[in-house]
């Protein structure tokens, strides 16, 4: 439903809050059983939640929401979506009833100059998204909305697309970027399921979490030039991408802290980012 001016600006004047500035996550999502299990990252999860004000509203970037152009979940009632195969009964059986909120998503679309950003009333949210966000809000009374990722543009396009929505942490709204920084499910040790990961997936996650201490974004845009070890943990971008969401709303007197730092399966890491 579209919106005159006043009513948005009446809805940006409901959300304003000058005290605080929320933070902004990437989640390394890892397994969707991390969505059922009551585990070390699920706990993280959960603890986050409870060391930050509760948002007006939560915006996911998710690896799993791939389009042609940008598209903003606009519905009031998101459906939950089990984009998955292979895994327990149980997993299917989770529903997450949060709230969407409509005049946030016609907000965003008015927000970002650089593209176009369609309201979308078919996908909901994926399970980049609900299994982290009910760990953190089990209750389901927070709205959530997904922002989807152009696969058919470059990396730095998203970068610079998240620069538009720094003004959304000043309004109380928590971005989350999930996905993980290695991420290659083809390389994947069973033996090392429950933690571990290969010599080079360790080190370039070392790497990236250097390069994030250091500011130096434009490296971890140009991930391609890091070498070979960059080129296992990222043999697709999808999953590296939110990360770079996160980091695109980092502001100069904000720092990077890590947290769920653990590698899983070989060939994936769970390493998350706070700033702010």
């Known amino acids: 439903m579209a919106m005159n001016s006043s009513s948005f600006r009446a809805f940006a004047q409901r959300l304003k809050t000058e005290a605080y500035v929320m933070p902004v996550l990437f989640i390394g999502h890892g397994s969707p059983m991390n969505g059922i299990e009551d585990n070390r ?33 606009a519905m009031e009632q998101p459906r939950t979506i089990h984009d998955f195969g292979g895994f327990p009964r149980a997993l299917f059986d989770v529903e997450y009833p949060a709230p969407g909120n409509p005049a946030l998503a016609q907000a965003v679309t008015e927000l970002v100059k650089k593209t176009p950003v369609g309201l979308d009333h078919e996908w909901g949210l994926d399970h980049g998204t609900w299994t982290v966000v009910r760990h953190m809000f089990p209750e389901a009374n927070v709205p959530v909305l997904q922002l989807s990722l152009n696969y058919h543009q470059p990396l730095a396009y998203h970068y610079e697309l998240a620069k538009e929505l720094y003004a959304l942490r000043k309004k109380g709204v928590l971005i989350i970027g999930s996905g993980n920084m290695v991420h290659n499910l083809r390389l994947v040790s069973w033996e090392m399921i429950h933690g571990g990961g290969y010599d080079w997936a360790l080190h370039i996650n070392e790497t990236f979490k250097g390069l ?9 845009i140009q991930y391609e030039k890091l070498g070979s ?23 100069a007197d904000e720092e990077a802290t890590f947290f769920n730092d653990q590698a ?8 998350s980012v706070k700033i702010g």
């Open 41 to 73: 990252f699920s706990q993280q999860w959960a603890q986050l939640a409870r060391d930050i004000p509760t948002p007006s509203a939560v915006l996911c970037v998710s690896a799993h929401w791939l389009t042609r152009g940008t598209h903003i979940t």
């Open 212 to 220: 994030i201490r250091e500011r130096d974004h434009h490296a971890l």
């Open 229 to 251: 070890e960059a080129q296992l943990a990222i043999p697709t971008p999808d999953h590296y991408l939110p990360l770079l969401y996160t980091l695109g709303l980092q502001q």
């Open 264 to 271: 899983v399966g070989g060939s994936l890491t769970m390493t």
